[in-house]
């Protein structure tokens, strides 16, 4: 990856994904940005 890929990502948030547009072997991947959200939400409180 080059240095703009890379400060790109560092920067992403998880609502300026297009999760809908995104697909994965099962369907789409709009369930994605709640699934991460609680998992983050669970890996805080255990912090």
């Not at 080059?2 to 990502?9: F, R, V």
């Not at 699934?35 to 983050?40: A, D, P, Q, T, V």
Request: a positive charge.
């Amino acid at each position: 990856m080059n240095k703009q890929n890379l400060a790109y990502i560092a920067i992403l948030k998880i609502e300026d994904v297009p999760w809908s547009r995104l697909t994965t072997a099962y369907s789409r991947a709009s369930g994605f940005s709640e699934i991460f959200k609680r998992l983050w939400a669970a890996i805080g409180e255990k912090i």
